[in-house]
Nanobody, 116 residues
Framework: QVQLVESGGDSVQAGGSLRLSCAAS?????????MAWFRQAPGKERELVAR???????NYSDSVRGRFTISRDNAKSTLYLQMNSLIPEDTAVYYC?????????WGQGTQVTVSS
């Protein structure tokens, strides 16, 4: 059974930093082709924030490139998202995503709120 549990969301002021974590059930990071962070703001569609493949190739949305860093620790079965220079537009629920044999799996989400 695939389980993804996000943590680290909080309320911060603009310019601050947060580190999100996604604890995955055993072997998820090993068997997933790619892991990713998505976010969904109120009234908006869910959007890709950052993605990392099992070969550690990364890509980022234009809105976060240079501010956010995605990483993975297969030994700890954990995906991370380091978020720096946060702006109010980053306010959203952040979701962890894993793709295993073509199937997408999601966590329950963690709320990030950035105030100006």
């Amino acid at each position: 059974q695939v389980q993804l549990v996000e943590s680290g969301g909080d309320s911060v002021q603009a310019g601050g930093s947060l580190r999100l974590s996604c604890a995955a059930s055993r072997n998820v990071l090993t068997y997933s082709y790619a892991m990713a962070w998505f976010r969904q703001a109120p009234g908006k569609e869910r959007e890709l924030v950052a993605r990392i493949t099992n070969s550690r190739r990364t890509n980022y949305s234009d809105s976060v490139r240079g501010r956010f860093t995605i990483s993975r620790d297969n030994a700890k079965s954990t995906l991370y998202l380091q978020m720096n220079s946060l702006i109010p537009e980053d306010t959203a629920v952040y979701y962890c995503n894993a793709v295993i044999q073509g199937t997408h799996y999601w966590g329950q989400g963690t709320q990030v709120t950035v105030s100006s």
